[in-house]
């Protein structure tokens, strides 16, 4: 019994992080089939992932707190870098991965929302950092991500006092990319997924490694970075059909992945 689900529709892989009755607490064996959940993903089958938590009420409400409880200093680093190995994982997985936050976000959950390319929100989603109340840090990425991805004093409240923020301020932050009702946000997710998935899936993959390592580096090697992978976009069928679909004015075909 795996606690994520993986469903595959056409290009689009589902994963559910699925330990309802602890609303998708990560405790040791969710990491590792979530793990083990994005190194089974057919990457020649799959062209984008969508990653949510099961239920209505909480996309990931945090590291397990119970798991946590008894920890050493040695123990809890090794769980730290347990989450953070995963974490990056899925960051780093060629295609994007869409969350969509289906409620609770709250520490690790906020931070497995961060690791995904692209945020989607319901109405009832709630994005938290809420560990120094629990007398640590954020472990799984927040302090790093989180001020990476809104601005820095912002991320500070949220990382110092635990300031919980709603959807629409999630959206104003861009935190998140959109909001929807509830019963809307799987078919929103769904819908930017399949709209990714037609685009060329190599363009795509060069569009996110080229975003992903130009950020770390400084400017004059990330556009070196960018310029290679858009040199290499150049020896590829899709290339040619979408440019020259477009000089005859018409659509391209299916893009194919080579
Ligand atoms: N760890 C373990 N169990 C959790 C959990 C967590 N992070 N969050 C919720 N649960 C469990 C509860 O213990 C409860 O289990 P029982 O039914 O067995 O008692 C079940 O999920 C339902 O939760 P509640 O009864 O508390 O539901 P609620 O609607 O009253 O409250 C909530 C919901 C506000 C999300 C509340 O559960 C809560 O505050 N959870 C903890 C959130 C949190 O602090 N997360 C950060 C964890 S630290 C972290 O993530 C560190 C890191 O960066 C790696």
């Known amino acids: 019994m795996s606690f994520v689900k993986y469903e595959q529709t056409g290009f689009v892989g589902v994963m559910t992080i699925?330990?309802?009755?602890?609303?998708?607490?990560l405790n040791s064996e969710v990491l590792a089939d979530l793990e083990a959940a994005i190194d089974a993903i057919d990457l020649d089958a799959t062209r984008c992932v969508v990653l949510t938590g099961a239920g209505?009420?909480?996309?990931?409400?945090?590291?397990?707190?119970?798991?946590m409880s008894t920890l050493t200093k040695a123990e809890g680093e090794a769980f730290g870098k347990k989450g953070n190995d995963v974490f990056r994982k899925l960051e780093t997985l060629p295609i994007p991965v869409i969350a969509a936050v289906n409620g609770f976000a709250l520490g690790g959950g906020c931070e497995l929302s961060l690791s995904c390319d692209i945020r989607l929100a319901s109405e009832n989603a709630v994005f938290a950092q809420p560990e120094t109340g629990l007398g640590i840090t954020p472990g799984f990425g927040g302090t790093q991500r989180l001020a990476r991805t809104i601005n820095v004093g912002k991320a500070k409240e949220m990382l110092y006092a635990g300031t919980k923020v709603k959807a629409d301020e999630a959206l104003s932050l861009g935190l998140v990319n959109a909001v929807y009702p509830a019963d809307e946000l799987m078919g929103a997710a769904m819908k930017l997924a399949e709209k990714i998935a037609r685009n060329a899936p190599i363009a795509v993959r060069a569009s996110?490694?080229?975003v992903n390592d130009g950020l770390q580096v400084n400017i004059d090697e990330a556009i070196v970075i960018e310029e290679k992978l858009f040199g290499s976009c150049f020896e590829t069928e899709d290339q040619k059909n979408g440019m020259t679909a477009f000089v005859e004015k018409r659509k391209p075909e299916p893009f194919v992945n080579r």
Request: hydrophobic content about 40%.
């Open 208 to 210: 996110k490694k080229a």
């Open 18 to 25: 699925d330990r309802e009755k602890a609303l998708n607490a």
């Open 56 to 67: 209505q009420k909480s996309f990931v409400a945090g590291a397990d707190i119970g798991e």
